[in-house]
């Protein structure tokens, strides 16, 4: 059975993907991450950037896994398929930036929002600025593309930019769905995973 690895976005509580992985066959091997040093967890000296983060992923890799990413954590798991293609099997990304330029596709600075509401947080996640735009068409695992469509951080169009660039993508639309649509709509985030990576 292959292991399914859940990333969370900046909020980086692994509480974030457990209503979905609850609602998935209990015979899967499903691992929710926390990310050090953001939202309210507990800081790391190693944990410095995204870099960090990608190398946390890799750790936990023996054998090739399915990635299923929020936001952020979609950014890490862009980058661990990058960096170690062989390592993941299917992946699926909810409401990232994918390493694209969200901003110019009608997102919303969220920046200012977070450190209000998480201002022990590690500095560095507010100033990640990165671009994938080139690397994406490496990218070959079949992906499942979740999108709200409400929501104002990374809007649909984000996932249609990211449709066209990844060889092996598929968008879908979760009606009524704002950035942490897993969590207010896991039922049906649920089953369209378990689609994809049954």
Request: a negative charge; charged letters at 25%; one cysteine or more.
């Amino acid at each position: 059975m292959t292991k399914k690895l859940f990333l969370p976005g900046a909020s980086g509580s692994a509480r974030f993907w457990k209503p979905v992985a609850e609602r998935l066959p209990t015979d899967w091997d499903c691992h929710c991450f926390s990310w050090p040093g953001l939202g309210v967890e507990p800081h790391r000296a190693d944990v410095t950037g995204i870099d960090d983060l990608v190398d946390l992923v890799l750790a936990r890799i023996e054998s090739p896994v399915d990635l299923v990413a929020q936001s952020m954590g979609g950014l890490v798991a862009l980058k661990v398929a990058i960096e170690a293609p062989g390592s993941v099997r299917r992946l699926v990304l909810a409401g990232t930036s994918g390493g694209i330029a969200v901003d110019s596709l009608g997102g919303l600075d969220w920046r200012a929002e977070y450190r209000e509401e998480y201002p022990g947080a590690m500095s560095w996640i507010t100033q990640v600025r990165e671009d994938l735009s080139l690397q994406l068409s490496t990218i070959t695992a079949p992906t499942l593309l979740l999108w709200g469509d409400r929501d104002s951080i990374s809007p649909p169009r984000v996932g249609e930019r990211l449709a066209e660039s990844l060889p092996n993508a598929v968008l879908r639309i979760i009606r009524g769905g704002r950035h942490d649509f897993p969590m207010t709509h896991p039922d049906e985030v649920a089953r369209r995973i378990h689609e994809h990576l049954s």
